[in-house]
């Protein structure tokens, strides 16, 4: 059974910085790419970041470039979101997904599996 589980939200002030977790278990992880994506109430699901299988590529939201890092972990089937400079705006449950394809891309429907999400919350 897949199992991808987040971790690292929080509370936090406008400015400051998260580290997300998602620890995936029940796949083989370096066969997928990863995907972070969030969603805020009353809105639709959107793409964060992406990276592929080996962490040679990533793609992410012209939102959160420059502030947001996705990177993994293969030995520990674990991908991270760093995210810095956190603004209200970022305010959302955060989800990871993945995804059998090669190319880490922005399409939710493209991805596989989903984590249940974590909880972040930036304060003004």
């Known amino acids: 059974q897949v199992q991808l589980v987040e971790s690292g939200g929080g509370l936090v002030q406008a400015g400051g910085s998260l580290r997300l977790s998602c620890a995936a278990s029940?796949?083989?992880?370096?066969?997928?790419?990863m995907g972070w994506f969030r969603q805020a109430p009353g809105k639709e699901r959107e793409f964060v970041a992406a990276?592929?299988?080996?962490?040679?590529?990533?793609n992410a939201a012209d939102s959160v470039k420059g502030r947001f890092t996705i990177s993994r972990d293969n030995a520990k089937n674990t991908v991270y979101l760093q995210m810095n400079s956190l603004k209200p705006e970022d305010t959302a449950v955060y989800y990871c997904?993945?995804?059998?394809?090669?190319?880490?891309?922005?399409?939710?429907?493209?991805?596989?599996?989903w984590g249940q999400g974590t909880q972040v919350t930036v304060s003004s």
């Open positions: 997904a993945a995804d059998l394809g090669a190319i880490p891309g922005p399409r939710p429907s493209q991805y596989n599996y």
């Open positions: 029940g796949l083989t992880f370096s066969r997928y790419a």
């Open positions: 990276i592929s299988r080996s962490g040679a590529r990533t």
